[in-house]
């Protein structure tokens, strides 16, 4: 989610509903030595810049107590540190500490795992940061209780959620963001001087204490989160039904929609000319159903089905066939749609969906992600982004942009569709637009409005020299939402160019949050060139320039060379957002002219 959805290869899909094992993700810390001489990836096997982290070593606390002492010792070195989840979700460099290359440390939360307390008179309960959200929602759900609103994807941990501003869909109330529920935090931070004979300290903060609302969104750059009490409600069951219509007009109706839809979401297939709304309500835990979400692009998938659909992808964006890949993914969608997303009824039949809605219990129903879960069957089958095989290889534009300009957005985006009508197909293999609600949030680097989160998924090249069909028509919607219609980035997500200007949209809460830094961790040693340059601290950017630096999305064009003039790709003004400059494939004598 990281947040990512993919979707299977139709051809695949009998295949796919027999398989029960999966080999589940490698490691993202990889060592030459033990614990030391490491290098530190993400989930998807690259970073947005393409760059290796090196680190020294790597530390595996179990307790507290250990990860103090772990924290202790790189400050007493001044060692810069950043904190790892188990499977490293986040697509930008979060996980890779500042400093010299291959002299930090990264400590890992995979040992921070379990349930530490619960209180039913209030409904609370205190996990340790590195739980991950399948492993808390089972632990909740057997005390009776559930965690109101949660990303879809289980393979994030608590730490890690929490610290990109993960969240789920939903206006009502708190609204969907997962810190929004976080009523007590226990970090592990540096200390200048020792305490107590360390270096580092406990810090404690309750739900009253203003640094908690910097400390549940921090990108990890206040020190380690040792603890999290979440406020949870007793067990619920939801009822989902999944209904699909003409997208005309269908921009007037986001608000209303969001309004009236306890869970809601809305996926767009712009070339296809239509729109899967999700019915997603609350129902009491007597209603009668056992369904379970098992989307089927986070199940274990054969790799050969997908190598195959990336092959099929390669070459059609090989041979310029933009063409081929509508039609190839809309009999993908066609085929989702039909047997019900991957959710399950569960009702005794031998069909898993057997037709909407589909009910069942919270902790059932609001995430996905059983290819984690699987037995190693030597990478037959794993998860379909796994980079241990030649699977889906992918950019992520994650932007957030308020509903009272959502229908402005969506109309300039028809433009382009209408102009191009191919150009978008590329996104439909992901869910095409996909669409949650978020509320304004509390906390210094949450949402500064109520927002539609849109999550665009589209093909990226191993060659990162390498342009994309319709370069120029992705790039163009990237720019019009983050420059015209102000768009906040998702933190855990996102090309380089998504954090530009971060911190003129955060204005007076990124000053907050800046001091609450200043007041953890004086000498920066968690943070580092990204987070810094993210922040606008300390003279860093986010754009990396160079040749072919645009078509990877580290910087916009502003010369030819930044995109691919051999290849025919030149920097020209976007066609209905004008102030853009975007990698466009063009005849060689409208480039000479």
Known sequence: MAATHIALFASGLAVLLLLVQGSPPGPVVQCRSGNTNCTVTNGYGAFPDRSTCHVAAVAYPSTEQELLLAVSDATEKQQHMKAVTMYSHSIPKLS??????????????????????????????????????????????????????????????????????????????????????????????????????????????GEDNPDLLAAKVSLGVLGVISQVTLQLEPMFKRSITNRVVSDVGFEQTISSYAAATYYGDISWYPSQRRVVYRDDIKVPITTKGKGVNDYLGFRAQPTLVVASLRASEELLEATGNAEGKCVLFRLQVDTLIAIGMGFKNNDGSLLEFTGYPVIGNQSDMQSAGSCLRSAEDNLLTACGWDPRFAGLFYHQTTISIPFTTIADFIADVKKLRDAHPDALCSTELYLGFFMRFVRNSTAYLGKTDDVVDIDITYYRSKDPKKPRLYEDVLEEIEQMALFKYNALPHWGKNRNVGFLNVKNKLGAKLDKFVSVIHKYDSNGLFSSDWTDAVLGLRGKEVVVQGDGCALEGLCICSTDDHCAPKQGYYCRPGEVYEQARVCRKIKSVEADG
């Open 96 to 205: 890779c500490p500042g400093g010299p290359s291959g002299q930090g440390l990264v400590i890992s939360t995979q040992l921070l795992n379990r349930s530490v307390r619960v209180d039913m008179a209030t409904s609370r309960m205190t996990f340790e940061a590195g739980i991950t959200l399948r492993a808390l929602l089972d632990a909740a759900a057997a005390r009776g209780l559930a965690l109101p609103h949660s990303p879809y994807w289980q393979g994030i941990t608590l730490g890690g959620l929490l610290s990109t501003g993960s969240h789920g869909s939903s206006v009502f109330g708190k609204g969907s963001a997962v810190h929004e529920y976080v009523v007590g935090m226990r970090l592990v931070v540096p200390s200048p001087v020792p305490v107590n004979g360390y270096y580092a300290k406990i810090v404690n903060l």
